[in-house]
């Protein structure tokens, strides 16, 4: 049974978890696609 719970709770939080981190991988790929293209226009402006 504590087993069964811990794992229960673990999914619950890493359920809970994955949507934040998604958001945050994605604004850091956006951000750096930014920055990364921004430094391109620049040097070739």
């Known amino acids: 049974m504590g087993l069964?719970?811990?794992?229960?709770?673990?999914?619950r939080?890493?359920?809970a978890l994955h949507p934040i981190?998604?958001?945050?991988?994605s604004t850091s790929l956006l951000s750096y696609?930014?920055?990364?293209y921004f430094f391109?226009?620049?040097k070739y402006d």
Do not use: A
Not at 21 to 25: A, F, H, K, P, V
Not at 33 to 36: F, G, Q, T, V
């Open 4 to 11: 069964f719970s811990n794992y229960y709770l673990h999914n």
């Open 13 to 15: 939080y890493v359920k």
């Open 21 to 25: 981190q998604l958001i945050n991988m």
């Open 33 to 36: 696609n930014n920055i990364s």
């Open 40 to 42: 391109v226009k620049n």
